[in-house]
Every structure is written in structure tokens, then in C-alpha cells.
């Protein structure tokens, strides 16, 4: 991660947030939060990522090891508030996606 506001690789807080039309599906939303402290109620300034298919292995995506890109360039801000999100741990790995997908 290394950017301005972030912490290195594998230290930055990430937490996923849940819309409840998604909640039977399992969807969720990837935040990448720009402060290393945890969040509280409020406003926050955070990195989107998506679940990329070009990203994935052979065979297809296996649940818990997504592959993940970055949705927007640079940090936004979201409100989370408690009880609407929950923290999670994130691997970074670096790849290139396959060719002819």
C-alpha cells in the first residue's frame, strides 16, 4: 500500500460494509481505509476495491480467496457507522490479469 495516509502492505485497515438488498447473496462492499486507526461512527475517507473476474485463477474464484482491484483511483469519503460494518484481513499480492479475457 505505501501511499499517503496508508501504512505499508498488509497493515491497512479494511473493513467491509454490507447493503441489506445484498445480504442474502453474501455481496459486500471492500473498503481500504487512508487512517491506520479503526473506525467509529462518522465520517471517513476510504478506497473502494471490486471483485475482479480477470483476476481469477484458473477454474474460477474460490470463496475467502477473491481477487480484488481497486475501483476508484483515490480515497472518498463514506459514513460507517457502528454495527454496519465489519472488519477484515486482506492479502496483497501483485498480479497481471490473463490475456484474452
Known amino acids: ?9 498488509g497493515g491497512s485497515i479494511w473493513v467491509i460494509t454490507v447493503d441489506e438488498d445484498w445480504r ?6 471492500l473498503w481500504e481505509m487512508e487512517s491506520a486507526a479503526p ?4 465520517i471517513f ?3 473502494e ?3 475482479n473476474i480477470d483476476m ?3 477454474g474460477g474464484m474460490v470463496i475467502g480467496e477473491q481477487r480484488f482491484t481497486g475501483a476508484t483511483k483515490g480515497f472518498k469519503k463514506i459514513e460507517l ?6 472488519r477484515v484481513r486482506v492479502q496483497h499480492h501483485s498480479m497481471q ?3 484474452g479475457r
Do not use: S, Y
Open 81 to 86: 457507522l457502528n454495527g454496519h460494518w465489519q
Open 49 to 51: 476495491w471490486f471483485c
Open 97 to 99: 490479469a490473463a490475456k
Open 1 to 9: 500500500v505505501g501511499k499517503k495516509g496508508g501504512v505499508e502492505a
Open 39 to 42: 473506525p467509529t461512527d462518522g
Open 45 to 47: 475517507k476510504a478506497k
Open 56 to 58: 481469477a485463477p484458473v
Open 24 to 29: 442474502e447473496t453474501g455481496g459486500f462492499i
